[in-house]
Structure formats: C-alpha cells, structure tokens
C-alpha cells in the first residue's frame, strides 16, 4: 500500500505548487474564492497522505473467498512472527486479477491451487506435477512452496435431503433429472476446467443454468432457488448445511493442492517463512479455519487458531479493534473519493469554460464526459484493470471515479458561465477588461453557485462509488461490504454501508457550508 | 474642430437581418447626439459597432483620428464609458467594486481612486453610504447612477447610452433626466444617447439623429424635423409623440 501512495502522492505535490503559482500570478483577491476551495478540500487528503511513510511491507493477496482470505491471515501472521513486517490485501479477486497482481509487483505472495495454476495460468489441460509447475513458473519470476497438506478440488453440491429423495450420489446421476436448477459462480461458469468440459464428459441435459456470487449461492441453494452449486470440498458451508459432496465418477476435477505462490524477488527469509507452512494443514483442519472464519466473522481469529498454542496471544496482538478499522476503511474511502475529486475540480472546470464556448470542441467534450457516465461503475473499474499503467491498484480506483465526477462539474462550469446574461458579458467588454479578469473576476463568481453544486454532484456521487473501489482491493469502506457479501453477513455489511451513507451526508452538508464561502454575497441575497 | 466619432460607410449584417445599411455620422465634441427610432431600426448597432461589441462588416469608424481596429479596441474602450438600459451592474460585487473594478485593473492608486469616487458620487447625487450595497440592494434609480459612475470612472472622452433611463418608473425618470442634463454641461461631455422617446430626445438632443430599418432617415434639431420633413416617415414618427414633445418645445428648453 505504501508503494501506491508514493506514486499517488506526485500528482497531488504538483497540484498543491500550481495553485500557489497561480495565486502569485493572479495576486490579492482575483481569484480567492477559488482558491479556498482547492485548499480546504486539499487539506483532508494531504494529512491521509502524510501519514504513511515506513519500509515496504510484504504484500499478501488473497481471492474473494473464505479460505483464501484465511490463507492469506495465516501467511500475513507466520510472516511477522518471523520478525517479517507484512500486510495483507483481503479479497482482491479471482485468478487472474491475483495472478497479475504477482506478476506486477503489487503483492508478493498469495495462496493457489494446483489444478487452477495449470488450467487457468498455464493453460493446459494436462495434470502437472508440482515439478512441473515450479519450472513453467520460473519463467515468469514466480515460484512456489510445496503442498500446504490438502487438496481443495472443485465438487457438485446438493442439499442432502433432496439428493437421496431423488438418488443423485454422483455427478452422472444428474443426467436424469434435467430439470435441476443448477447456481455456479462466475468464475467456475467460465474456468477452463470449470462448467463447459464438465457438461460436455458427464453429458449434461441441465438448461436452467445460472451466474450467482459464491456466498450468496449457498442461501440459495438454502432456499430452493436452486438444486445444485459448485462448491470447494473444504468448505465451511457444506457440513453447516448439511449438503452432499457429488462424486466425481468420472474422475474430472483435477488435483487442487494449495500452495503459495511467491515472486522469485520475494526476500529469502520470508520465502523461508511460507515454505514453515508446507504439509501443515489436512482437509479437516481447513475446514475447521474456514468454519472458524464464518462463524467468528474474523479472519484473524480463525487464523490464529491455525497457530495453536500461541493461538491467544496472536489474536491478542494482531486482532484490530473496531474503531481502528472502521477509521483506516473511512480514511481510504476519504482519499479515494477525495483525490479523484480533487483531479476532477482541476480538468473539469477548465474543460466546462472550454464547452461553454460551444462550437465542436464543446459539443466534444460535453459528449464525451456525458458518454463516460452511462458506462456502469463495474463495468469501468474492469475496463481499466487490464490498462498498463492501472491494474489492480487504488490509482484504477480515483481514475475510474474522476471520470465519473467529471461530467458534473464539466456540465455545471459549462451551464453556469451560458447563463451569464449576455448584457452583462457585454458590459465587462465594454469596460476594457482583459479576457483572463473578465473570466477570473466576472465570469467564475457569477457561474459560481452552478460550478460548486456540480461540484457537491460529484463529491456524493463519489463517496457512494468509492465503495466499489473495494471489488479491486482498494480499500475503502466497501471492503467490509464486501466481506459481509461473501459471508452472507449482514452485520458487516452494515459496518461498511452506514458509515458510507453518513460520509455522503456529511460531505453534501460541508458543501451547503462552503456555499456560504465561496459563494459572493450577492448572488446568495 | 473636427468630429469625435466618424463613421464611414458602416453596415452590419446579422445572419436574419440587415441591421444595419452603409451609413455616415459624425459625433461632436462636447455635443449630445441622440440616435431615436422605432425598435430594431439599428440605432443600438451603431453604439455597439462603436464599442467594438460587433465588427462592421463594410466601412471604417475613427475615432478620434484613428481607425477602430482590432488591435488597439482594448484600449480605446478605456476612453468610451457604456451604460445599457439594465445597468449592466455585476451582482456579485457591491456598487463600490462595480465603480472601480476597470480602475483597479489598471492599479490606479488607492487615493487617487478615493478622490475620483468621491467627486462621483457628488456629481451623480449618490449617496456615499450605498457604496457597500450590492446591486440587488439598490433601486432601479440608484442602479442607473452606479452604472453612471462606473462609465465616468476613467473620465472617458464619449459616454455611450444605450436607453439608460427605459426601464425606470415616470418620477425616477424625470430625476434622472434632469441630473444627467447637469453632468453633461458641467463635464462638456461628448455623448451619443440612443432613445425611442422623442420628449427625451428633444430634452438632450444638440442633434437629434432620426432612423428606421437601418437607414439614418433625417438629422438635424427638432425645429428641422419638424418643420421641414425628409420623409412622410419623419411626419408619422413625430406626429406620434407629438403632444409630448410639444410641451418641451413650448417650455423653451
């Protein structure tokens, strides 16, 4: 995390000089009312920014689901009990967003399974032995550790009452009854190993076929929307629900050892430290943490247990009090939303003084910022994750959220400097004042009021998307959000949700204070 | 001595209308030039061709000797003072800032500023305690002596009005008339004064410049409009306001 910052932290230095500049350059009170407000909002992200500045941590990943994230606790603690400062990055995806995050640099380390490394990475439909692997790896700057002790495979999940009245016990028994809603997650729908081949070797009539988030398919399956998911042998939820595991008769679902996948770069004592965790942990075990992690909600605890006898005193020291969390996840989101915002100020209102003009060029840009903001919020975090300079990083976050804050206040710049009455756009040439102080001293105060209501458009709009930001493990009050959605957990899901909703009130509610500020007198009476 | 203002041939073209077609003036020195005429007869074009708001499509306009051209409208603006009927106030600053916002630009000093305010607001019959007020504070009266002031800040050689006392109530306007008479004989002020009143213009008019549909149709004093018609258009355009300007007639001003 402290990388990103550094980098984020040029834009924002350069910024700050080029409004001082611009203050020298425009003297006493030409442009005050403007500058006020590029300090007072600059000043919340200055101290989030300030606050960080130690030696680079290890970075551990983890995919969007229980024991990856429990995985990944265990790694971030056997680290620092090795005296290793390490930090870990819950939930940041699926294979290939992780796989790219390794690859990149932006975590070090994180948990995989045999079978999906050579299916999803290697891309092969071949078995591969653990050999295999590490050698295929190598040329990518990555390596592995040997078995972490069990094998995780993909399986057929059914609720079990269900299952014996209709004598399904394998896979093949599902021929018969094609009338099974069967609920898989997005990833397995599109895995290489995943639904289609499955279909095609067991001959599957099943038409009725659904995407559905992997925590919220077990409520479904719960609930009888539908008959059959994909699941994880080791998973929590299948002895909590009493499901059955359907046999694979075919013999389809490959190995799926876990393992960790580290970067060849990583430093030797903590390559040492993962590898303190080969054949450490059977089936049982994991299921055991993974029951642990969904019943305490606490990745940490359960991670802990992981740990045994210093189990306690590891929980003691590492586990994060609320009040910590819930002020890290608000600071992020502050400077997520905060610094996108800032940016958006900076391009938008230079570019709605440009649309205001009319002609092509304005028509061009109010097109374009009007064209960003019908492209879902999802849907342009994934259209930037694959971007050279962007990936799976807070940076893809803020560049997907000025895009989206820049239409308000490119429209309401626009909008308000057309409304200015066209006798008094005349009075203040006819006055002989020079294009720069009829825009700086006439024109931006009267379009005021219209510029910071775009303004506060944007600021809410962006606090409420910030908590998408989260999807790519940047942070932010979605985060909790997110867990919760995985855990099908209420509670924490409102941990992230309320404090979101109060940040935006509290931000429209600052905005209606500035108003009195920057707003001239005039034009409030 | 020669004219202030000189147009040569001066016509504009809006994309619907000729609004204005080839026409000659001269402005005075130290005279009132009062441009009347039905709405839309190009009189407010003129001052705007004059003010540099729009650009003659054919002719050649001089001001004091020199050709208005792009390059040096800027600074023969700081010579003109403009008044509109609206005022052309800035709401977001109060009467002071509107006052001395182009003095100010040009970093005038503080006490020099001060001085010439202070003269203003005696000449104009404004009262100093108003100055902090914003726009929208004031009535339509005291709106037209700030923009008043604001026109005179930089002593201009011409004074452009473009119908300044139109939108005001009967008994505001008759102040008002009366002061602005005073201003323009204390200061020998040149001014072209575009109005669609005839007692107003026979009130102000050293010359009074009669047009319609773009033409300048008959110029000369009342005396001559009246007496000695160029047009039957000339006729009508009296005959309307007649009973008005009559009275002025008879008052001997």
């Not at chain 1, 903590?270 to 943490?289: C, P, S």
């Not at chain 1, 909600?297 to 740990?307: D, H, R």
């Not at chain 2, 402005?27 to 009189?43: D, E, F």
Request: glycine share 8%; charged share 20%; proline share 4%.
């Amino acid at each position: 995390m402290d990388r990103i910052r550094k980098i984020e932290n040029k834009p924002y230095i350069s910024t700050n000089q080029e409004s001082k500049n611009q203050s020298l350059k425009f003297g006493s009170g030409a442009m005050s009312w403007l500058l006020d407000f590029l300090l007072i909002s600059c000043v919340p992200a200055f101290l989030i920014f300030s606050a960080s500045a130690f030696a680079q941590p290890v970075m551990i990943g983890s995919k969007k689901f229980t024991e990856s994230y429990v995985l990944g606790e265990i790694a971030k603690q056997v680290l620092t009990n090795a005296g290793i400062r390490a930090e870990h990055r819950q939930g940041m995806g699926g294979t290939i967003i992780l796989w790219q995050a390794l690859r990149g640099g932006q975590i070090d380390a994180y948990p995989e399974y045999t079978g999906t490394i050579a299916q999803e990475i290697l891309k092969t439909d071949r078995a591969l032995s653990l050999t295999e692997i590490r050698d295929a790896l190598a040329k990518f700057g990555v390596g592995t550790t040997e078995s972490l002790g069990f094998n995780n495979t993909y399986a057929l999940v059914m609720r079990r009452g269900e299952a014996q009245r209709l004598g399904v016990h394998t896979i093949s028994d599902l021929r018969n009854h094609p009338e099974l809603k069967i609920g898989l997650t997005h990833e397995f729908l599109d895995r290489h190993d995943g639904w289609q081949p499955l279909r095609e070797r067991y001959g599957l009539p099943q038409e009725n076929v659904i995407g559905i988030d992997h925590a919220l398919g077990y409520a479904a399956l719960g609930n009888g929307s539908i008959d059959v998911k994909d699941a994880y042998s080791t998973d929590a939820k299948i002895v909590e629900n009493d499901l059955i595991v359907l046999e694979d008769d075919l013999e389809f679902f490959q190995n799926y050892d876990a393992v960790f996948l580290f970067r060849l770069s990583l430093r030797q004592d903590a390559v040492a430290a993962l590898r303190h965790l080969e054949g450490t942990l059977n089936e049982k075990r994991m299921t055991t943490l993974n029951a642990e992690a969904e019943r305490t909600k606490n990745y940490t605890t359960a991670a802990g247990l992981y740990f045994e006898t210093a189990a306690r005193s590891a929980t003691a020291t590492s586990g994060e009090s609320f009040t910590h969390k819930l002020l890290r996840w608000t600071l992020r989101h502050l400077q997520l939303a905060g610094v996108s915002l800032v940016l958006a100020v900076l391009i938008g209102i230079p570019l709605g003084i440009l649309a205001s003009r009319g002609g092509a060029v304005g028509h061009t840009i109010l097109g374009f910022a009007g064209v960003v903001q019908t492209i879902p919020s999802l849907a342009l975090l994934a259209l930037l994750v694959p971007l050279p300079f962007f990936g799976i990083s807070a940076r893809t976050a803020i560049a997907a959220l000025f895009l989206y804050g820049l239409l308000p206040i490119v429209r309401n710049t626009a909008s308000g400097l057309q409304d200015i009455p066209r006798s008094l756009r005349e009075s203040s040439i006819a006055l002989g004042l020079s294009p720069a102080t009829q825009l700086w001293q006439i024109y931006l105060p009267m379009a005021s009021r219209s510029i910071l209501s775009g303004i506060k458009t944007s600021a809410v709009i962006n606090v409420g998307t910030a908590t998408l930001a989260a999807l790519i493990g940047a942070g932010g009050l979605g985060e909790p959000i997110l867990s919760g959605l995985n855990l099908n957990d209420h509670v924490t899901i409102l941990e992230g949700a309320i404090p979101a909703a109060l940040l935006a009130l509290i931000v429209q509610w600052l905005f209606d204070l500035l108003d009195r500020v920057l707003i001239p007198k005039g034009l409030r009476l | 001595m020669s004219a202030l203002v000189e147009l040569v041939g001066v016509s504009k073209r809006y994309s619907d209308a000729q609004a204005l077609q080839p026409t000659n003036l001269s402005v005075a020195r130290g005279k009132t030039t009062v441009l009347i005429g039905p709405s839309g007869c190009g009189k407010s074009t003129l001052l705007r061709l004059i003010i540099g708001l729009v650009e003659p499509d054919s002719g050649t306009i001089t001001f004091d000797g020199s050709e208005v051209i792009a390059g040096n409208i800027g600074l023969l603006r700081r010579r003109i003072g403009y008044v509109i009927q609206e005022g052309g106030l800035f709401p977001h600053l109060t009467a002071h800032a509107n006052v001395l916002l182009m003095a100010r630009h040009l970093g005038k000093s503080h006490s020099e500023m001060r001085t010439r305010l202070m003269e203003l607001c005696e000449l104009t019959r404004f009262y100093g305690n108003l100055l902090e007020r914003y726009p929208i504070e004031l009535s339509g009266g005291q709106r037209q002596r700030v923009s008043l002031m604001r026109a005179l800040m930089l002593s201009p050689e011409l004074l452009l009005l473009d119908e300044p006392l139109g939108a005001l109530d009967p008994l505001v306007r008759a102040a008002l008339q009366k002061d602005l008479k005073e201003i323009f004989m204390r200061l020998r002020q040149t001014v072209l004064f575009v109005t669609h009143d005839l007692a107003e213009a026979t009130y102000f008019g050293d010359e009074i410049v009669l047009m319609n549909e773009g033409r300048i149709v008959q110029q000369g004093s009342i005396v001559d409009l009246r007496e000695r018609p160029a047009s039957p258009f000339v006729s009508e355009f009296i005959n309307a306001q007649r009973g008005v300007a009559d009275l002025w007639i008879a008052s001997g001003k």
